[in-house]
């Protein structure tokens, strides 16, 4: 552990997603990477997120950036998006999860004497930074000893960063947001996570 540096545990999505965040927060913060994701179906494609997030963690940064996962339950999910299934992309279903990853991520750091949290998923030029931020913000409000790190990790080309960083990695990459419901018929989505 770096002497002296504030404690970050960084909620993360997947492999490439991770890449431009942490070299980000590394420098400043002592980073753990936090893999919490019910939504990602089916469950072969959440042991390759997660196993590619992990590898880039401990290939990238060794033992200094620890690699937790948190529990996967797709029910806890579908739970929560219940009656909005069929909303667009990018709708509501997708504000639910975020705060659902979001609000595991803030409980976790808060029980576990994190200072800050944080999210990978402003890395996508799909993904709504501005809501993504304001939930992290509400929920920093609740769980009052933790602040939540607004970011957007697309922008000074983070996510041009985050390709050229996959390839030199060799990492995985995703062709749909993670949910069933992100999946149309050609099992191609426009979103990464």
């Known amino acids: 552990m770096k002497n002296h540096t504030p404690r970050l545990l960084l909620h993360a999505c997947c492999g490439p997603c991770s890449t431009t965040a942490l070299e980000r927060l590394f420098p400043d913060y002592d980073v753990s990477v936090f893999f919490y994701n019910p939504n990602i179906a089916p ?7 997660r196993n590619e997030a992990k590898r880039f963690t401990e290939e990238a940064y060794g033992s200094k950036v620890p690699f ?7 029910d806890v ?12 992309e990018g709708g509501l279903r997708c504000a639910i999860c975020y705060k659902l990853r979001l609000e595991e991520t803030a409980r976790y750091a808060n029980e576990n004497g994190y200072s800050f949290f944080c999210t990978t998923l ?13 939930t992290g913000e509400d929920l920093a409000v609740r769980y009052n000893k933790l602040i939540y790190l607004p970011s957007d990790f697309k922008k000074r080309n983070g996510f041009r960063r985050s390709v050229e960083l996959s390839q030199s990695f060799n990492i995985y990459r995703q062709n749909y947001c993670g949910c069933l419901f992100s999946l149309p018929s050609s099992s191609i989505c426009k979103g990464n996570a």
């Open 77 to 88: 999910f579908l739970n929560s998006v219940k009656g909005y299934e069929q909303e667009p």
């Open 122 to 134: 402003t890395v996508s030029p799909h993904k709504n930074a501005l809501l993504i931020n304001k």
């Open 43 to 49: 469950h072969d494609e959440y042991n390759l997120r």
């Open 68 to 74: 937790l996962e948190g529990q996967y339950r797709p």
